[in-house]
C-alpha cells in the first residue's frame, strides 16, 4: 500500500494530516521561518537555505522575502529566475518553473485542490496536480496558477489573473478566468532595443 506522501506525489487522492507530510511541512515552516527573518544584506544565507528546502535550483535565483511554501522538494527552478514579495507556492505535486522566469508580488501557485463534493472533503482528502510553467514567463501581480496548469514559453500572465487552464506560448492572456489576449510578436522587442540605441547615442 502506497503511504500519503506517494499517492500525493503521484497526483492521486491522498490525506494529508499524517506524521511523516506534517512533519515535512513543519520542516519548511522552520527553514523558511530562517530565509524570512534574514536581513536584507544576507543574501547569501538566504540562497544557501532555499538550495537545502527546494528541489532544484538554477545558479542564479531571487526570491524576495517573505517566501511560503509547503514542502520545498517539489519544486523545481530554472536559471535567472526572479520573484518578488509573497510569493506562495503549495507544492503537493511537482512545480517545474524554466529559465528566465519573472513573479510579481503576491502570487499563488497552487498545485493542491480538495474534492467537490463536502463529505471526503470533510475526510480530508486532497488530490494534487503538476503545474509546469515555461522558459521567459512573466506572471503579474496577484496572479493565480491552479492546479494542472501548463504555461507555455514566453507567456505574460496579467495581475490579477487566475489561469484555470493550459496557456500556450508567446501570448498575453488576463482575466478571471484568464484567458488568451493576444499574440505577442517580435516587432515589440525592436522597440525596446530602438530606445536602447536612442539611450545609448544621447550619452
Request: charged share 20%; with cysteine.
Amino acid at each position: 500500500m502506497k503511504s500519503s506522501k506517494e499517492l500525493m506525489i503521484s497526483e492521486l487522492p491522498y490525506i494529508a494530516q499524517g506524521k511523516e507530510l506534517f512533519e515535512e511541512r513543519q520542516a519548511a515552516k522552520e527553514l523558511l521561518y530562517d530565509y524570512n527573518t534574514l536581513r536584507p544584506s544576507q543574501i547569501k544565507a538566504r540562497n544557501k537555505l532555499l538550495k537545502n528546502l527546494l528541489g532544484s535550483t538554477g545558479n542564479r535565483f531571487f526570491i524576495e522575502p517573505p517566501f511560503r511554501c509547503d514542502y520545498g522538494y517539489n519544486i523545481k527552478l530554472g536559471e535567472n529566475f526572479y520573484a518578488n514579495y509573497n510569493l506562495t507556492i503549495l507544492d503537493s505535486a511537482p512545480i517545474t518553473i524554466g529559465d528566465n522566469v519573472l513573479i510579481g508580488p503576491n502570487v499563488g501557485i497552487y498545485s493542491a485542490s480538495h474534492p467537490l463534493h463536502a463529505s471526503p472533503r470533510t475526510e480530508g482528502w486532497e488530490i494534487a496536480k503538476s503545474i509546469i510553467i515555461g522558459n521567459q514567463v512573466w506572471i503579474g501581480a496577484h496572479a493565480c496558477i491552479l492546479p494542472g496548469v501548463k504555461i507555455g514559453d514566453n507567456t505574460v500572465v496579467g495581475a490579477g489573473s487566475v489561469v484555470t487552464r493550459d496557456l500556450p506560448a508567446n501570448v498575453l492572456a488576463v482575466g478571471n478566468p484568464c484567458r488568451v489576449v493576444r499574440t505577442i510578436s517580435d516587432a515589440e522587442a525592436a522597440e525596446y532595443r530602438a530606445q536602447e540605441d536612442n539611450d545609448s547615442v544621447g550619452g
